[in-house]
């Protein structure tokens, strides 16, 4: 990774007011960061590296705690504790925030100038994924996934939304899901699919939206009419914050950056398989009779070679 950013304004770093009056002033004028950082009451060294944030987009998604550290003119347990007080579980969330904003930032084709050449794809793409997976643990308690699954669980029925390459989780999902007996369906189309497969949710349906990288308008306008209409929203995303975030009723956050000019859903997918896993130890003696249902049709339908 390159991390070698050009300041985008003019400054040193610790030059900042430090009046602790929020990052309001900050955010006017680095709209990359969207509200990933709240207009809160900061400490002068907060100040700080929120001011070195804003103004290196690139190398705060990309450089070590130290260095950020070092051009705020602080120590690493101020950025740590910088992070927190915005709502973040460390600097690691943090950054994991602020890397997926500024690769929605630069173009589809610029991200393979940010991640470079490759000493071995295959080695690459499995240590990043690797990285991806660990993120991904740090950003989600065992209490977010639990009430995600209780509420899959009591669910009168399950639609779950993934387009493009995120149909794959989504499909994950539903497919193994349907086996397990619960009434679950996939939507990976856009437009009036979307539109006919949402219409009917309402009290005591479930939607499971997984969408990462750039944000889909026509599944987040779906997902706030289907919690409009009393459906309980999950949202599966590489952002804390945003619009989706802020439907959500259960978010669970992935790290999803890949290795050339496409994101990643190999912790998506991970993160789908403990659902998963939750989801049939909620209801075992269901789940195990409709998997021995769906064992029997295999062989009725002569579906496989053994």
Same mark, same amino acid.
Do not use: C
């Given at each position: 990774?390159?991390?070698?950013?050009?300041?985008?304004?003019?400054?040193?770093?610790?030059?900042?007011?430090?009046?602790?009056?929020?990052?309001?002033?900050?955010?006017?004028?680095?709209?990359?960061?969207?509200?990933?950082?709240?207009?809160?009451?900061?400490?002068?060294?907060?100040?700080?590296?929120?001011?070195?944030?804003?103004?290196?987009?690139?190398?705060?998604?990309?450089?070590?705690?130290?260095?950020?550290?070092?051009?705020?003119?602080?120590?690493?347990?101020?950025?740590?504790?910088?992070?927190?007080?915005?709502?973040?579980?460390?600097?690691?969330?943090?950054?994991?925030?602020?890397?997926?904003?500024?690769?929605?930032?630069?173009?589809?084709?610029?991200?393979?100038?940010?991640?470079?050449?490759?000493?071995?794809?295959?080695?690459?793409?499995?240590?990043?994924?690797?990285?991806?997976?660990?993120?991904?643990?740090?950003?989600?308690?065992?209490?977010? $996934? !639990? *009430? %995600?699954?209780? &509420?899959? /669980? =009591?669910?009168?029925? #399950?639609?779950?939304?993934?387009? @493009?390459?995120? +149909?794959?989780?989504?499909?994950?999902?539903?497919?193994?899901?349907?086996?397990?007996?619960?009434?679950?369906?996939?939507?990976?189309?856009?437009?009036?699919?979307?539109?006919?497969?949402?219409?009917?949710?309402?009290?005591?349906?479930?939607?499971?939206?997984?969408?990462?990288?750039?944000?889909?308008?026509?599944?987040?306008?779906? $997902? !706030? *009419? %289907?919690?409009? &209409?009393? /459906? =309980?929203?999950?949202? #599966?995303?590489?952002?804390?914050? @945003?619009?989706? +975030?802020?439907?959500?009723?259960?978010?669970?956050?992935?790290?999803?950056?890949?290795?050339?000019?496409?994101?990643?859903?190999?912790?998506?997918?991970?993160?789908?398989?403990?659902?998963?896993?939750?989801?049939?130890?909620?209801?075992?003696?269901?789940?195990?009779?409709?998997?021995?249902?769906?064992?029997?049709?295999?062989?009725?339908?002569?579906?496989?070679?053994?």
């Amino acid at each position: 990774m390159n991390t070698n950013a050009v300041d985008l304004a003019a400054g040193a770093p610790g030059t900042a007011s430090g009046t602790g009056t929020g990052t309001a002033a900050a955010s006017a004028s680095h709209a990359w960061l969207g509200d990933a950082l709240p207009d809160v009451p900061l400490t002068k060294a907060q100040s700080r590296v929120v001011d070195v944030i804003a103004r290196n987009p690139q190398l705060s998604s990309y450089a070590d705690i130290a260095e950020i550290a070092q051009r705020a003119d602080v120590n690493n347990s101020t950025v740590v504790r910088a992070a927190q007080h915005l709502g973040y579980r460390g600097w690691p969330d943090l950054q994991r925030e602020l890397r997926s904003r500024y690769l929605v930032m630069i173009s589809t084709e610029d991200t393979l100038t940010e991640h470079g050449e490759h000493r071995s794809p295959l080695h690459d793409a499995l240590n990043h994924d690797i990285e991806n997976l660990r993120l991904t643990l740090d950003s989600n308690t065992a209490d977010d $996934a !639990e *009430a %995600a699954i209780a &509420a899959m /669980a =009591t669910a009168k029925s #399950i639609t779950v939304v993934g387009l @493009g390459s995120f +149909a794959g989780p989504a499909s994950v999902m539903a497919h193994l899901g349907s086996t397990m007996g619960y009434p679950i369906t996939l939507e990976n189309r856009g437009g009036v699919h979307l539109a006919s497969s949402a219409n009917s949710l309402g009290d005591g349906d479930v939607l499971v939206v997984i969408n990462m990288w750039r944000s889909v308008r026509q599944i987040i306008v779906t $997902a !706030e *009419a %289907a919690k409009q &209409a009393g /459906a =309980t929203v999950i949202a #599966i995303s590489d952002m804390r914050r @945003g619009r989706l +975030a802020a439907v959500a009723d259960h978010l669970l956050v992935v790290a999803s950056e890949g290795i050339s000019f496409f994101q990643s859903v190999t912790a998506a997918n991970s993160l789908v398989y403990g659902l998963l896993a939750g989801m049939e130890a909620a209801h075992p003696e269901r789940s195990r009779a409709a998997i021995r249902r769906t064992q029997q049709l295999w062989k009725d339908l002569d579906i496989y070679l053994d």
